[in-house]
């Protein structure tokens, strides 16, 4: 067994003093007569006695065009499927209505329900309810009532498709 008085300290063991050595800076050039070369490979600096064969190669064909930009958001209908409202930009332009599309809160059906004039123009429209399920049929004739969003055009015109069959 060893004691206390046995082990060493560590404090008696010393301390190394490290000397910081000076930066070493390496000439631009060595000599005149020595070729000072890059650490990049050698197909890299190969490359540049041909650069402007190199330059021409990967010259673009054809001029870059920008690309048309488009909408941080992408505009959609406002119903239970998801679809996407690819007439906005069409139709924005031949509009001369005092209220903006963009406040309607009808759903398609409902505004192709307000579309229709004749009894023939309705079966489209009972197509399109025979899509959906009956809990997306409930959402959309509880849409056409006026306290949440609908009027009371489309609510007749509701009642005008269901008399004609």
């Not at 063991?13 to 990049?40: D, F, N």
């Not at 998801?82 to 409902?110: G, R, V």
């Not at 399109?128 to 055009?153: F, N, Q, R």
Request: proline share 8%; aromatic share 6%.
């Amino acid at each position: 067994p060893t004691t206390a008085a046995e082990k060493p300290d560590i404090e008696d063991i010393g301390v190394l003093e490290l000397y910081e050595e000076p930066e070493y800076k390496s000439p631009e050039q060595i000599s005149e007569e020595l070729l000072t070369l890059s650490g990049q490979s050698t197909s890299r600096w190969l490359n540049l006695l041909n650069l402007d064969i190199v330059k021409k190669r990967n010259k673009p064909k054809t001029s870059l065009t920008v690309p048309k930009s488009a909408p941080f958001f992408l505009p959609t209908i406002p119903s239970l499927e998801l679809e996407f409202d690819l007439e906005k930009d069409k139709l924005s332009s031949d509009k001369k209505l005092l209220i903006p599309e963009s406040l309607s809160t009808l759903t398609p059906f409902a505004k192709k329900l307000n579309g229709c004039e004749k009894s023939a123009d309705y079966k489209e429209c009972l197509e399109k309810l025979k899509t959906l399920s009956p809990s997306s049929i409930e959402a959309e004739v509880t849409s056409m009532a006026p306290d949440v969003g609908g009027s009371i055009d489309v609510m007749k015109h509701y009642l005008r498709m269901i008399d004609v069959l």
